[in-house]
């Protein structure tokens, strides 16, 4: 019944176990990335120009890849100026601090800095909404005046969180020892970066 094409089946069949084969061992070897790997992804850019008596700010953040078990929480960026001991100046004050989140080129939330004693800090959600991520591209701008401010004293720092919790409670904007309202047990991440 086959006679002199047994070979036009039997290729297609030994086409289609490789294609099953190799499709099966790319998709087990691709790990998923878990929050806490996601710093390592983590692209944040600062730029700092003197701008006369004042500084501009720009903070633009991009994560190249998304964490397995999905987006949840609020995330913060907040920037301070320190002095020689790396400690946050408090006589500095902030003018203008907006921050944006982005997605497919298109501004998707908008926020103003919470001045607090040594800082602004913004917070921001983590979720995916109709098919659109928020939190994992952004951009912020802020505006600082003070005097005998340097490039290199102008810190960023990023914390994030993977989970719904308590709001932080804004008072220290280097945020090296965040409170969650009381919330113990808060899984987070933070970057601190200069220009």
């Known amino acids: 019944m086959f006679n002199g094409h047994k070979l036009v089946l039997i290729l297609p069949a030994i086409l289609m176990a490789l294609m099953f084969w190799g499709g099966y061992h790319f998709l087990g070897e691709n790990e998923a990335l878990t929050h806490e790997q996601l710093e390592e992804e983590?692209?944040?850019?600062?730029?700092?120009?003197?701008?006369?008596e004042d500084w501009l700010v720009k903070v633009n953040w991009d994560w190249t890849a998304m964490p397995e078990g999905g987006l949840y929480g609020d995330d913060y960026v907040s920037i301070t100026v320190l002095d020689e001991s790396?400690?946050?100046?408090?006589?500095?004050?902030?003018?203008?601090?907006?921050?944006?989140l982005i997605y497919a080129d298109e501004i998707i939330y908008q926020t103003e800095g919470e001045t607090v004693t040594n800082g602004v800090i913004f917070a921001y959600p983590n979720q995916f909404d109709e098919h659109k991520s928020y939190g994992n591209l952004g951009q912020a701008v802020i505006r600082v005046n003070g005097e005998n401010i340097q490039q290199e004293d102008i810190s960023v720092q990023m914390l994030h969180t993977w989970v719904n919790h308590s709001p932080l409670t804004k008072e220290d904007a280097q945020l090296t020892n965040p409170d969650?309202?009381?919330?113990?047990?808060?899984?987070?991440?933070?970057v601190s970066v200069t220009p």
């Open 180 to 190: 969650f309202s009381g919330a113990t047990n808060v899984p987070y991440w933070l």
């Open 86 to 100: 790396r400690e946050a100046r408090e006589d500095i004050s902030f003018t203008q601090s907006e921050l944006e």
């Open 42 to 52: 983590l692209e944040i850019n600062v730029v700092a120009s003197e701008r006369g």
